[in-house]
């Protein structure tokens, strides 16, 4: 029951450069949608988050875009920092369900200097 | 910065003995989850916490797992008899609200469990 699928499992990017991280998700329910970002031996922390009434949100290097119609959205890093390697993970939340997060597979972003 | 506080960080244990995990969430938060990573897969949810009760929990929260609040500061997770298939990272999360479009849950570090 893949409701949440990324499907990148990595991506390198050179610093500097912008990192474009990908979720679909198939539960046409869900209306909220957050990214998080896990370092090894931590738990995810969050980084950014999307309301299903909007269709962008920015805050500082991260952008978050949603594509309703098409079920899709997007993580933008720009410009990307060696410590923004990490695994990104996807979620989602239904109204009415709020406290359970459905989370995608991650995708495990590498920038290189 | 408040944080979400888990231990053990990792447990060995027999199958079929009983284990508890606890955590200690951040002091002025209201809702309280357990989350779990089997190794290379993704997050999932188990189960959501408030005032002292389950609010809701998944088809993986079954009889042998249950959730208690004992204390002011601990909210715990005990497994009562351990299978090969419950090893996995167990995340404690807290939040202040209930409502993810307001709201966000602070994760701990996790508890590793190993079941032999």
């Known amino acids: 029951d893949q409701q949440v699928k990324q499907n990148s499992p990595s991506l390198s990017v050179q610093e500097g450069r912008i990192s474009i991280l990908n979720c679909d998700y198939t539960?046409?329910?869900?209306?909220?949608f957050l990214w998080y970002k896990k370092y090894p031996a931590e738990g995810p922390t969050f980084l950014i988050s999307?309301?299903?009434?909007?269709d962008k949100n920015e805050d500082g290097r991260f952008t978050v875009f949603l594509n309703k119609s098409a079920k899709h959205l997007s993580l933008h890093i720009v410009p990307s920092q060696p410590g923004d390697s990490a695994v990104y993970f996807c979620?989602?939340?239904?109204?009415?369900?709020?406290?359970?997060?459905?989370f995608g597979t991650g995708t495990r972003l590498q920038v290189t200097l | 910065e408040p944080e979400v506080t888990q231990t053990p960080s990792h447990q060995v244990t027999q199958m079929g003995q009983e284990v508890i995990l606890r955590c200690v969430p951040i002091?002025?938060?209201?809702?309280f989850y357990w989350y779990r990573q089997i190794l290379g897969q993704k997050v999932e949810f188990l189960v959501s916490?408030?005032?002292?009760?389950?609010?809701?929990k998944s088809e993986i929260f079954d009889d042998q797992f249950s959730v208690e609040r004992p204390d002011g500061s601990n909210f715990t997770l005990k497994i009562r008899s351990t299978k090969l298939e419950d090893s996995a990272m167990y995340f404690c999360?807290?939040?202040?609200?209930?409502?993810?479009?307001?709201?966000?849950?602070?994760f701990g570090a996790g508890s590793r469990l190993t079941v032999l």
């Open positions: 999360a807290s939040s202040a609200q209930g409502a993810a479009g307001a709201n966000v849950l602070t």
């Open positions: 539960n046409s329910m869900f209306d909220y």
């Open positions: 999307i309301s299903s009434i909007k």
């Open positions: 979620a989602a939340s239904e109204h009415g369900t709020a406290s359970k997060l459905t």
């Open positions: 002091s002025n938060h209201l809702y």
């Open positions: 916490f408030y005032n002292n009760e389950i609010s809701e």
